[in-house]
């Protein structure tokens, strides 16, 4: 059975996975982005996700109802920020995927503040909730798997 890793988790202080976070460059992976997220979401038991493709996030919830992820559903869509979009020619580019995954997470990392979720645009504020801006709040946001350079090449 195949092992699905994630792009970015967030846990609790006790190493509970509050939240699974998959990034991908460009929407054309949206739908591959949302079926990795519900694998990892049930692999590793986590009943949040965000799948970020291009300049898209989606939120994903299991509501536990059923077993292996039958009962995961998208809860809700919004557009990022334009300040984490990455540019035309980055789009097609394999190192950039790192380089956005990282943005993501600093961006996320960020939410943290009180400044910086209120200053969010109305769709995501709405799709962000109080109760996924505490998920952020009280966990540890963190890249699921080590991310290469050009720095260390």
């Not at 997220?37 to 986590?46: A, N, P, Q, V, Y």
């Not at 949040?48 to 809860?75: K, P």
């Not at 540019?87 to 956005?100: L, R, V």
Request: with cysteine; hydrophobic share 40%; glycine share 4%.
């Amino acid at each position: 059975m195949q092992r699905f890793r994630p792009d970015i988790l967030v846990t609790s202080p006790d190493g509970e996975c509050l939240m699974v976070v998959e990034v991908k460059l460009n929407d054309t992976f949206l739908q591959d982005a949302i079926e990795q997220l519900k694998r990892s979401m049930t692999s590793i038991d986590c009943s949040v996700g965000l799948a970020i493709a291009g300049d898209r996030i989606t939120l994903l919830r299991d509501s536990l109802r059923e077993y292996n992820g039958a009962s995961i559903y998208i809860a809700g869509e919004a557009k990022l920020p334009n300040s984490l979009l990455p540019s035309a020619d980055e789009q097609y580019n394999k190192e950039s995927e790192f380089e956005f995954e990282s943005r993501v997470q600093n961006w996320l990392e960020k939410l943290k503040l009180n400044s910086s979720a209120d200053n969010l645009p109305s769709d995501l504020k709405k799709l962000f909730s109080a109760q996924i801006i505490n998920l952020l709040r009280m966990g540890e946001v963190r890249a699921a798997h080590p991310r290469w350079s050009n720095v260390s090449k």
